[in-house]
C-alpha cells in the first residue's frame, strides 16, 4: 500500500501501482467523469500513470490552470492529427499550449500555403476525429528508435529535436493514427474535446532562428462545451474594443514612429500626464516606505554587465555595443538597473546599523526584442520600469520582503486590481546550470520567499523553472476584467549580485559580511503596466489617474468667462481637465466629452454662473444634479482620498 496525500490534507491509501482516474474514481464518480489529469509531487502527469510510492496529488479538471494547459496541448496533437490527415507529406514543428489555446509549427511543402480559408475544413476534421474518443497513449522509445521513425517518416525537425534529448527521456505519444515526439502529459481521450476553432495564422522561424526556414504556425484553441467557445469569442470582441493599441490612440496617449524605430514609444501630452501621475503615485508611497530617490544613466560599459552575469545571459537580445574612439572601450544601453545600484551601494562603507538601504529609480531600459514579438506596449525595446533595491542583513530578508507584498498590494487596490494569485518562482531542480549562485543560497532565498507569502496569506501557485537567473521570485499574476491573466509586479531574492559585487557591510562584530539583495518592481514596466491598465478599465481609468478629470461645457460663448473662472480654480486644487469653447450645441459637447471618457462634464450657463455652480454630468451614468462649485470640488477630494487611502 502507498499513501496518497490530497490539497485537503487528507491521507488515502490505495494498492501501489494505483493511476489518477483510479483515485477520482474512489472520491466521486462526477470528478472522475472530469478529470483530465493528474499532478504527482508537483509533476502533471496522464491519468492512465501508475503511482508506485508515497506522494502529494491533485486531480486536475478544466477549472485549473495545469488541467486547462493539459486539455490545450493535447488539442495541439488533434490539431496535428487533422493536418496530416488533410496534408499529406505535411511536417511538424513543435506544439505547445499557450495562455489562451495552441499553436503548431509545421513545414506543408514548397510552395503551399495556408490562410482563413481554410480554418473551417480543419475544424471539420478536429471535431469528427474527435468523436472517436481515441486514448493518447503513452510509449516510451530508445533514440534509435525514435530516430529510425521520424526518419522513415522523413520529419527534418523531430529529428533536430531528438539529438539534443537523452536515451532512456524520450517518449512518443499516439492517438488514432497520429504519432508524436512528446513527454505529455495528455487527457485521457480525444472525446473531452467538443468545440474547436482556429485563431490565426503566422510565420515562425524554427527554433526562432532567423536563419532557418519560416514555418507556418497554426493558432487555435478548444473547450470542453461549445458554449464556453461561444462565451470566449464573445470576450475576444469585447478585448478588441478594449485593445490598448485603439484606445491609445483615440485617447490620445501614445504613438509609434518608423523614424524614431520600431518598438520606441513616443508618449503624448495625456498620455504622459497618466504616466506622471502613476510616478507621483509611486514615489509618494515609496518616500512613506523609506526609499531613497536616484538616478543613473542610461549605458554603461561592458565590464559592469559582464560583472553582473547580464552579458552572458542577455548578450544576444542586447542593442549592439556603442564603440568609442578609445580602442577596446565599449558601452550597452543598459538591460538592467540592478548592475548601477550594486555601484551606487559601494561608493561608501556601510554599517549593519544603516541597512536596509532601499534605492529607488524610475530607470529606462533597452532590450532588442525580434520585431515580430513586437506589440503596442506590452512588448517594447525601451521601457522604463519602477525599479528598487533593497540591500539588508539576512535576517532582515522576510520582513523586507513582506513589505514590499503590502506596496503591491496597495497598488493593486488603487488601481482596481482585485482578482490576483501570486506565483512563486523557483529554480528548475533538473536544470541548475540555467542559474548561478550556490545551491545553499537558492535554498534560502527560496524559503524567505515561501514564507513570506504564507505570512501575508497570499493565494499563490508555485513554478518551477520561472526564477531570474540569479534568485527566485514572486511575480503577482493579474486577472483582468475579461479574465485574461497578467503578469505585474514581481518581487526578488538575490544573494548573488552582492557576491558578484563584492557588496560588504561592517557587522555587529565588527567583521565584514555580505548583504542581501531585493529587486522589486509593483507596476514593472510602465509601459506594459499601462497597456494591462487600459484593456481592464477600457480607456475609463480611475478618476485620480483620468488625464482629463473633467470638461467644462459653456452652454454658448456668453458663459466662457465664467468657464475660464472655473477652470482656474480648479486647477488650484489639482483637478485637471478642459474647456469646450468650441462653437457646437451643448449635446455635441457632451458627446465628444463622453467618447474621450472624461470622468465629469461640468455644464455652465445662466443659473450656474449667477449662483457659482455646476450642472454635474458623470460619464457613463448621466446627470447628477445642479451643486455649488465649491461641494463638487470637496466632493471630488473625498473620493479621490478615499481611493488612495484604502
Not at 488603487?414 to 542559474?435: C, H, M, V, W
Not at 488650484?572 to 457646437?584: K, P, S, T, Y
Request: net charge negative; with cysteine; proline share 5%.
Amino acid at each position: 500500500m502507498i499513501n496518497i496525500t490530497l490539497p485537503d490534507g487528507s491521507v488515502r491509501q490505495y494498492d501501489k501501482g494505483v493511476t489518477g482516474l483510479e483515485i477520482a474514481t474512489s472520491i466521486s464518480e462526477g470528478l472522475a467523469r472530469n478529470v483530465l489529469a493528474v499532478k504527482v509531487n508537483g509533476s502533471v502527469w496522464d491519468l492512465s500513470r501508475p503511482i508506485d510510492e508515497d506522494a502529494s496529488v491533485q486531480l486536475l479538471t478544466w477549472n485549473d490552470d495545469l488541467g486547462k494547459n493539459t486539455f490545450w496541448h493535447s488539442s495541439a496533437h488533434l490539431l496535428a492529427e487533422a493536418l496530416e490527415a488533410l496534408y499529406p507529406g505535411i511536417k511538424f514543428g513543435i506544439g505547445p499550449p499557450v495562455e489562451n489555446g495552441f499553436y503548431y509549427d509545421v513545414d506543408l511543402g514548397e510552395g503551399k500555403t495556408f490562410s482563413q480559408d481554410d480554418f473551417a475544413q480543419v475544424e471539420q476534421k478536429m471535431l469528427e476525429l474527435a468523436r472517436a474518443k481515441n486514448e493518447y497513449k503513452r510509449q516510451e522509445v530508445s533514440k534509435a528508435d525514435a530516430i529510425k521513425y521520424f526518419t522513415e517518416k522523413g520529419d527534418e525537425y523531430k529529428l533536430d529535436l531528438i539529438k539534443d534529448l537523452e536515451d532512456g527521456s524520450i517518449t512518443f505519444y499516439t492517438q488514432g493514427n497520429f504519432v508524436d515526439l512528446c513527454r505529455g502529459p495528455h487527457i485521457p481521450n480525444t472525446g473531452f474535446i467538443k468545440a474547436a476553432k482556429l485563431m490565426n495564422v503566422a510565420g515562425a522561424y524554427w527554433r526562432g532562428d532567423e536563419k532557418s526556414k519560416q514555418l507556418t504556425r497554426i493558432y487555435g484553441i478548444t473547450f470542453p462545451k461549445q458554449k464556453e467557445l461561444a462565451e470566449y469569442l464573445e470576450r475576444l470582441e469585447e478585448a478588441k474594443k478594449r485593445d490598448h493599441r485603439k484606445l491609445g490612440k483615440e485617447l490620445e496617449l501614445f504613438a509609434f514612429s518608423e523614424k524614431v524605430g520600431m518598438g520606441l514609444p513616443l508618449w503624448l501630452p495625456k498620455g504622459t500626464l497618466l504616466r506622471e501621475r502613476l510616478e507621483q503615485f509611486m514615489r509618494k508611497a515609496q518616500v512613506k516606505a523609506g526609499y531613497q530617490p536616484v538616478v543613473t544613466p542610461h549605458i554603461g560599459s561592458k565590464e559592469l554587465y559582464v560583472t553582473s552575469g547580464h552579458y552572458d545571459k542577455y548578450g544576444a537580445d542586447s542593442f549592439q555595443p556603442i564603440k568609442t574612439p578609445n580602442e577596446g572601450e565599449e558601452f550597452f544601453l543598459k538591460p538592467m538597473n540592478c548592475p548601477h545600484h550594486c555601484e551606487i551601494y559601494k561608493t561608501r562603507p556601510r554599517s549593519y546599523k544603516e541597512l536596509p538601504v532601499r534605492l529607488a529609480e524610475f530607470g529606462t531600459v533597452y532590450r532588442y526584442e525580434q520585431s515580430g514579438e513586437l506589440h503596442g506596449l506590452t512588448r517594447v525595446r525601451g521601457f522604463t520600469q519602477d525599479d528598487a533595491h533593497i540591500f539588508c542583513r539576512p535576517d532582515q530578508v522576510k520582513d523586507e520582503f513582506k513589505k514590499v507584498i503590502d506596496l503591491v498590494l496597495y497598488v493593486f487596490s488603487a488601481l482596481g486590481f482585485e482578482d490576483y494569485t501570486a506565483q512563486i518562482s523557483l529554480r528548475d531542480p533538473e536544470n541548475k546550470a540555467k542559474y548561478i549562485g550556490a545551491d545553499e543560497l537558492w535554498e534560502k532565498a527560496e524559503n524567505a520567499i515561501i514564507e513570506a507569502a504564507a505570512e501575508k496569506g497570499l493565494p499563490t501557485v508555485t513554478e518551477l523553472g520561472e526564477a531570474a537567473f540569479y534568485g527566485p521570485k514572486l511575480d503577482f499574476m493579474v486577472r483582468d476584467a475579461l479574465g485574461r491573466k497578467w503578469q505585474l509586479g514581481t518581487i526578488q531574492v538575490d544573494y548573488n549580485l552582492p557576491e558578484r559585487f563584492q557588496l560588504e557591510y561592517i557587522g555587529a562584530d565588527n567583521q565584514k559580511h555580505r548583504p542581501v539583495m531585493i529587486h522589486r518592481a509593483p507596476f514593472g514596466s510602465l509601459e506594459r503596466f499601462v497597456a494591462v491598465l487600459i484593456e481592464h478599465c477600457g480607456g475609463n481609468f480611475p478618476l485620480w489617474l483620468s488625464p482629463e478629470q473633467f470638461a467644462i461645457l459653456p452652454i454658448s460663448e456668453k458663459y466662457h468667462d465664467f468657464a475660464q473662472q472655473l477652470y482656474d480654480q480648479l486647477q488650484q486644487h489639482d483637478i485637471r481637465g478642459f474647456v469646450d469653447n468650441r462653437d457646437e450645441k451643448i449635446g455635441r459637447k457632451i458627446r465628444d466629452a463622453e467618447v474621450r471618457k472624461v470622468p465629469y462634464m461640468l455644464i455652465v450657463g445662466e443659473k450656474e454662473q449667477e449662483n457659482g455652480a455646476v450642472s454635474v454630468r458623470r460619464h457613463g451614468e448621466g446627470d447628477l444634479g445642479t451643486m455649488p462649485v465649491t461641494d463638487f470640488i470637496a466632493s471630488f477630494e473625498s473620493k479621490i482620498a478615499e481611493i488612495l487611502n484604502n
